[in-house]
């Protein structure tokens, strides 16, 4: 290998090593603020806090969020990282509409269960007395259900089911599902989680609705 080449790989492995390192970083700064938001509410979180309680030094909560605002933000960006898929490699075109079915009310309640979904509904609600940051949340929660909704009518296209029944189906799950965390929230008792048997039942009133059987 020519001295030049060495050089570009040393710079190129150098690169990739500081950029795991500050994406280490950045998740360990929203990991924390997940936390405090879920433990202390909305009003009280401070950047401050969010630096000690991730064992960081204020000038990397600077590098990465400037403002509590950017902070904030990046915690409910990161319920999406984390609940997007691709249902591509999953599933085939080949494959039933039950399949897909399955994988997503799966997937939406591996993340309803989440305690990322009480984080973002402290965001959101405690936003209001901040009427540019509210703004702000409410934009970028519109965008992303908007994502998901057409990630939904996406995984049906090659399929002939009628588009509005479609649409339905994914409100009344979404809409479900949601109200199924709610509970653990709202601290009913034995309501810790969304079960499997929960999940099954909803995915079969989903499947009835896309069969226009409901």
Known sequence: MSTLKSVETLIDNETSRQARKSAATRKKLIDAAVDLVVENGFATITTAQVAER???????????????????????????????????????????????????????????NDHLFSAVLEVFHGSREDPVLFERVSRRLLEILGERAQRWENLFADLDLPADRVRLAHDILRSTVRGLALRRIFGEPGHSAITQDEADTVGKMVKAILKDEL
């Open 54 to 112: 991730a064992g960081l030094s204020r000038g990397a909560m600077q590098y990465h969020f400037s403002t509590r605002s950017d902070m904030l933000l990046a915690v409910i960006d990161e319920v999406w990282a984390r609940t997007n898929i691709s249902f591509g490699a999953q599933y085939p075109e080949s494959s039933s509409f039950e399949e897909r079915v399955d994988l997503i009310v799966d997937r939406y309640r591996v993340s309803f």
